[in-house]
C-alpha cells in the first residue's frame, strides 16, 4: 500500500468540536480564542430491549463518548473559551465530580490555573484521578456539593480574578444546548420524550434551551416533554423543598439544592413533562440493564434516565431518547459493587475447561 492511501480522506468531514460546529448559535466572535478537545458528535444509540418493553423507538445519547467521559465538556469548551477570551488565568468550580474533571482538562488546555472543590468521600474514583492527572488544584472540602457551590459563589463575588465554571456562568448552559441540537439532526425529527436526570439541573435547562432554539430558528416545529429524574434521597424539586443531607450512591446527583432548580420547573412545566424520582435500587437496575441488555456501560447517575423510562406511561410508538449523562468506568467501585468477581484458577487448560464444564 502507497504511504499516500494511508493518509486521512480529506474529503471526510473532521468534527471541530461543538462550538465551531454550531457557532451560529453561540455566544462568540472572531476574537474568542476556542479552547476544544474535539467534545460532541456523541453516539445515539438504538436500544432494542427497552424500545421492545416500552412499545416505543428508544435511543441513548451517550455522553459517556465526551472527551473526558462526560456532558459536561460542551459547556466547559465554551465557558474556558470565553474566560480565555476576557483573560482569566484561574478558574474554579464545585463538583461531584465530572465538573471538575472537564474543567481541569479544558483549563489545562488553555494554560489556566484551575481549582476544584468537590466533597470529600463521595466523589467516584476515576473522576478524582482525572482532576488531579489533568493538574488540577483539588480540594476535598469536609462538607457536600451544596456548601462547596456556596464557597465558590462567594468567590465569584469577591474575586473578579477567578471565572466560576459551573453551570452558574451562563456560557456552561449555551455549550451544553448543542446535545439537543444534535439529538434533531441526527434523528431528523424532535424526540417525543425527553428522559435525563437532574442534579444541579443544569442540563436539563441547557436541553429545553437547545430545543427552543432550533424550534425558534425554523429548523423544527415541535417540542419534546422533559422527563427529569432525581434520585429519591435527593429530590428536593419533586418534595418542594431544599434537602440538608442529600444521600445517594449516583454520587453525581448528590444534590439537595439545585442552582437551576427554577429553570428546570419551567422546562417541566412549558414542555408538559415531570420532574420525578427514582430509588436507588432503580438506579442500580436500569445500570446493570444497560450494561447486561444494551451494552452500553454508563455511570450510576445516568442511568436515573432509563430508571425513569422504565417506571413511566408513554404513549406506545413514541420517540424517546434518554441521556447517558457519563461513562461507566468514571465509577469503578459501584461497577464492582454490582457484580461477583471470580476467583483465580490455575493457568492451565484442564483447570479452565473443568470450570467452564466442557
Ligand atoms: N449525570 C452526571 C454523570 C453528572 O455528573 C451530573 C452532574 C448530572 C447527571 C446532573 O446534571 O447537574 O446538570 O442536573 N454533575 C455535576 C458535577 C453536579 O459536578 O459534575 P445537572
Redesign the pocket.
Known amino acids: 500500500m502507497s504511504q499516500d492511501s494511508n493518509r486521512p480522506d480529506s474529503t471526510r468531514m473532521i468534527w471541530r468540536g461543538v462550538v465551531e460546529e454550531y457557532r451560529n448559535f453561540m455566544p462568540v466572535s472572531e476574537h474568542t480564542p476556542v479552547i476544544t478537545l474535539g467534545e460532541g458528535r456523541t453516539p445515539l444509540i438504538f436500544a432494542p430491549e427497552l424500545s421492545s418493553l416500552k412499545s416505543a423507538h428508544v435511543y441513548l445519547k451517550y455522553e459517556g463518548g465526551n472527551p473526558t467521559g462526560?456532558?459536561?465538556d460542551r459547556g466547559m469548551t465554551l465557558a474556558i473559551s470565553k474566560a480565555a477570551e476576557e483573560g482569566s488565568q484561574t478558574v474554579v468550580?464545585?463538583?461531584?465530580?465530572?465538573?471538575?474533571a472537564s474543567a481541569a482538562a479544558y483549563a489545562a488546555k488553555a494554560g489556566m490555573t484551575c481549582v476544584v472543590l468537590i466533597p470529600e468521600g463521595y466523589i467516584a474514583l476515576g473522576?478524582l484521578a482525572q482532576a488531579l492527572i489533568y493538574g488540577a488544584k483539588v480540594m476535598q472540602i469536609k462538607g457536600n456539593?451544596d456548601q462547596a457551590l456556596q464557597i465558590v459563589r462567594e468567590f465569584g463575588e469577591h474575586s473578579s480574578k477567578v471565572t466560576v465554571v459551573?453551570?452558574i456562568n451562563p456560557h456552561r448552559i449555551d455549550g451544553?444546548k448543542t446535545g439537543a441540537f444534535e439529538i434533531v439532526d441526527t434523528l431528523g425529527i424532535v424526540p417525543d420524550y425527553h428522559f435525563i436526570?437532574?442534579?444541579?439541573?443544569?442540563?436539563?435547562?441547557?436541553y429545553w434551551k437547545g430545543y427552543n432554539e432550533y424550534y425558534k430558528a425554523g429548523i423544527t416545529s415541535s417540542l419534546p416533554k422533559m422527563m427529569g429524574f432525581q434520585a429519591a434521597g435527593a429530590a428536593p424539586i419533586v418534595l418542594g423543598h431544599v434537602v440538608d443531607h442529600p444521600d445517594t450512591i449516583a454520587t453525581?446527583?448528590r444534590?439537595g439544592n439545585?442552582a437551576?432548580w427554577d429553570f428546570?420547573t419551567r422546562a417541566r412545566d412549558e414542555s408538559g413533562g415531570v420532574i420525578s424520582s427514582v430509588t436507588d435500587s432503580e438506579i442500580l437496575e436500569a445500570y446493570r440493564f444497560l450494561a447486561a441488555k444494551e451494552s452500553v456501560f454508563c455511570?450510576p447517575?445516568?442511568a436515573?434516565s432509563v430508571a425513569g423510562l422504565l417506571k413511566s406511561d408513554i404513549k406506545p410508538g413514541s420517540v424517546v431518547v434518554c441521556i447517558l449523562?457519563?461513562h461507566g468506568l468514571?465509577d469503578p467501585d459501584v461497577a464492582i459493587s454490582q457484580i461477583s468477581v471470580p476467583e483465580g484458577v490455575d493457568a492451565t487448560y484442564d483447570a479452565i475447561s473443568k470450570e467452564l464444564g466442557v
Not at 93 to 100: D, F, I
Not at 197 to 206: E, H, K
Open positions: 462526560s456532558f459536561k468550580c464545585a463538583s461531584t465530580g465530572n465538573t471538575s473522576k456539593f459551573n453551570s451544553q436526570p437532574v442534579g444541579n439541573a443544569g442540563n436539563i435547562t441547557a453525581a446527583i444534590i439545585p437551576s428546570a455511570e447517575a445516568s436515573a449523562t457519563g468514571k
